[in-house]
């Protein structure tokens, strides 16, 4: 089911139209959402984000789009698609309405919401080998638009291209700068030692949920630092550890950097922690 404006309809009815912004020209916002038996995941997160993006993109926000109104839609959305027992990975679009070329006639907007059911209903970690190698053919130039979660992605869909004809299960992606910035669906943590390194948004890297409450988690622990400082490529061949972190994954592990291996004992802390913090925001 997809809720479109409010009404709720099958995914063979939904239809967008040809001069949608956000298909002509990128000029959409969206939230990617976990869900567990109705209850949204770091909901106040995800709906100060998307108003900042919106207000970054100059879009008119609808005097109704409260943080209770579109949790409701998104509840609605989930009951009348009867996934209201399980795990859901819930997409919220945002885009501005219809109209002019690259100067829009004007700043509302149009939404939709859609769903799909996934595994588990809280955090695990995969220790599967998980090979990562750099994407060098195009860099994140890092400004604010960079830290936005927009359908703008050419870049990753390009290096996730790259990672499957390599035999990768990721790529890690540049700044102008050569800094490592974040991977192709996720931000990126670095353990070394006691420090728990994650590059800054000034960067480029996505303004990430899951890397804030790593964030706050990591300020209380008592045997670690947390850092927001830029990663190299060397950097990456001296870390104990390495992992990605997203919405739906949580904390996901890399295994592998070239021949360098990484171990798992802080992520594991941290995931215990994620899960626990997850469950308070409900």
């Known amino acids: 089911m997809i809720n479109l404006n409010g009404t709720i309809t099958s995914h063979e009815a ?7 912004r956000g298909l002509l020209y990128g000029d959409a916002v969206f939230e990617t959402i976990k869900a567990v038996n109705g209850q ?6 995800h709906y100060f984000r998307l108003m900042a993006s919106m207000r970054i993109l100059r879009m008119a926000i609808p005097m109704h789009f409260s943080m209770e109104f579109l949790e409701d839609e998104i509840k609605k ?7 209201d027992k399980q795990a859901v990975r819930i997409k919220l679009y945002v885009n501005r309405k219809e109209g002019g070329k690259y100067n829009p006639t004007n700043h509302d907007v149009d939404y939709f919401i859609e769903l799909e059911a996934t595994g588990n209903p809280f955090y695990t970690l995969n220790e599967d080998p998980y090979r990562v190698e750099l994407f060098k053919d195009h860099y994140i130039y890092a400004n604010l638009l960079s830290t936005l979660k927009s359908n703008a992605k050419t ?6 291209i790259y990672a499957t004809e390599n035999g990768y299960q990721n790529c890690l992606l540049l700044n102008e700068k050569k800094m490592v910035v974040e991977a192709l ?3 990126l943590f670095l353990v070394k030692g006691t420090t728990i390194i994650t590059p800054p948004t000034s960067d480029g890297c996505l303004r990430g949920i899951i890397r804030k409450q790593l964030i706050e988690i990591g300020k209380t622990l008592k045997e670690y630092t947390i850092e927001e400082k830029s990663i190299s490529s060397f950097d990456l061949q001296k870390a104990d550890e390495l992992f990605v972190t997203n919405v739906m994954i949580g904390i996901q592990p890399i ?3 070239r021949k360098k ?6 992520a594991k802390i941290l995931l215990q922690k994620l899960n626990v913090k997850a469950r308070l925001t409900f």
Do not use: H
């Open 185 to 187: 669906q996720g931000n």
């Open 77 to 83: 959305t989930i009951r009348a698609a009867t996934f």
């Open 40 to 45: 949204l995941f770091f909901w106040e997160d």
């Open 255 to 257: 295994s592998n950097y």
């Open 155 to 160: 870049i990753n869909v390009l290096g996730s």
């Open 261 to 266: 291996s990484y171990g798992t004992e802080v």
């Open 14 to 20: 939904a239809k967008l139209s040809l001069k949608n």
